[in-house]
C-alpha cells in the first residue's frame, strides 16, 4: 500500500513538473516575440520641425502635433521649433547626426531648402508641411493656396457685383503662401471681374499687429475701398481694427484663410461688413505626420496631399467653432 501510494504521488509530480515547464517555456517565447517587435519600432525616431508657437496658427500645429503623436502611440518622437531660418536649418542638422527615421518639416521660409536637400541626401524620408522647399521630398502636405484665392475671388466679386476697388494683402515672409493665394485671387479677378480695381498692400507677417499697420497706411493712400482679400485670419482681426479706427464706411467685405476661433466669433456676430474665411487648418499637420510615419517603416506613400478649403460663413461658422482649439 505505501509503495503504491509512493509511487502515484512521483508521478504526479512529475507530471506537474513537466507541465509547468512547458508553460514556463510558452511564456519566455511570446515574451520575446513582443520585445523583438517592440524593439523594431522604437529603434526609429520622428522628427517634427516647425517654427515657433509665437503666431496662433502656429500654436495649433504644435498642438495637433503633440496629439497626433499619441494617437499614434509613438515612443520616440522630438517636436523641436525655431524662430528664424538658421536655427532651423541647425536643426535640421542635428537631426541629420542623430540619424532620425523620419523628418516632418515646415519651413520658416524657401530659404531652408539648402537644409532640405540635406535631408534628400542622407536618404532620410522627409514629408514637408504647408509651405514647399525646392528639394525631392517623399511627401508634401498642404492646404490649397490658390484655392483660397480663388474660391475668395468668387465671393468677393460676387458679393460686389463686379465692380470697385479690393485691396490685396501680400505677406512676402511667409514665401510660397503668400504667392499662391495672391495669385489664384489675381487670376480668377482678372478672368471674371475685369471691371474691379486691385491695390496691394503688404504686411511683415501673419499677426493682428502687422495687420493693423498695413490696413491702416492702406486706408490713408485709397479713400474708397470696397473690400479686402486677406490671406490671414489674424491679419484680418487687426484689418477690422484698421476699417473701425478710421471709421471707414465703404468696406463691405472682408475674406480670411486658417481657421482661427477668434475670426470665427467675428464672422458668427455679423455687422454691416460681410466676414468670411477660407479653411487653413493647423491641424493638416497630422495627415503628414501619419505619412512620414509610414515612410519611416518602409511603407510608399503619396507624393503630394492637397486638402481642398471650405468657405465660412455666417451660414455655417456655428459647425467650426471649438471651444477647445487653442487657434
Wanted: with cysteine.
Amino acid at each position: 500500500m505505501k509503495k503504491g501510494l509512493l509511487v502515484k504521488i512521483l508521478g504526479i509530480t512529475a507530471l506537474a513538473a513537466t507541465m509547468i515547464g512547458l508553460a514556463g517555456c510558452s511564456s519566455s517565447s511570446s515574451e520575446k516575440k513582443s520585445s523583438d517587435s517592440s524593439t523594431t519600432t522604437s529603434s526609429k525616431t520622428l522628427a517634427v520641425v516647425i517654427p515657433s508657437s509665437d503666431h496662433g496658427w502656429e500654436a495649433g500645429v504644435n498642438y495637433y502635433a503633440q496629439q497626433e503623436v499619441k494617437k499614434l502611440g509613438l515612443k520616440k518622437y522630438k517636436i523641436v521649433t525655431s524662430s528664424s531660418v538658421n536655427e532651423q536649418a541647425s536643426q535640421i542638422d542635428d537631426m541629420i547626426s542623430q540619424k532620425v527615421g523620419a523628418i516632418v518639416l515646415q519651413p520658416q521660409t524657401d530659404e531652408v531648402s539648402v537644409a532640405a536637400k540635406k535631408i534628400v541626401n542622407a536618404k532620410i524620408p522627409l514629408v514637408v508641411f504647408d509651405r514647399k522647399v525646392d528639394a525631392k521630398y517623399t511627401g508634401y502636405v498642404a492646404g490649397s493656396n490658390p484655392q483660397i484665392g480663388q474660391l475668395s475671388a468668387k465671393k468677393i466679386g460676387d458679393e460686389l457685383n463686379g465692380k470697385g476697388t479690393v485691396a490685396v494683402l501680400n505677406v512676402p515672409s511667409s514665401g510660397s503662401v503668400s504667392a499662391e493665394r495672391t495669385a489664384g485671387f489675381k487670376k480668377v479677378m482678372k478672368a471674371s471681374y475685369p471691371d474691379i480695381k486691385l491695390v496691394n498692400m503688404t504686411a511683415d507677417d501673419f499677426t493682428q499687429e502687422k495687420g493693423l499697420k498695413a490696413a491702416t497706411d492702406m486706408l490713408q493712400s485709397n479713400k474708397q475701398v470696397d473690400g479686402i482679400f486677406s490671406i490671414d485670419d489674424e491679419s484680418s482681426i487687426g484689418i477690422l481694427q484698421a476699417v473701425n479706427d478710421a471709421k471707414r464706411t465703404d468696406i463691405k467685405i472682408i475674406s480670411g484663410a486658417g481657421g482661427d476661433q477668434a475670426y470665427f466669433k467675428q464672422i458668427k456676430a455679423g455687422g454691416d461688413i460681410t466676414k468670411f474665411t477660407a479653411t487653413y487648418s493647423p491641424a493638416m499637420i497630422g495627415d503628414a505626420i501619419k505619412l512620414a510615419n509610414q515612410a519611416m517603416n518602409g511603407k510608399d506613400i503619396k507624393k503630394d496631399t492637397i486638402i481642398a478649403p471650405t468657405i465660412v460663413t455666417k451660414d455655417n461658422v456655428s459647425k467650426f467653432l471649438d471651444a477647445k482649439s487653442p487657434y
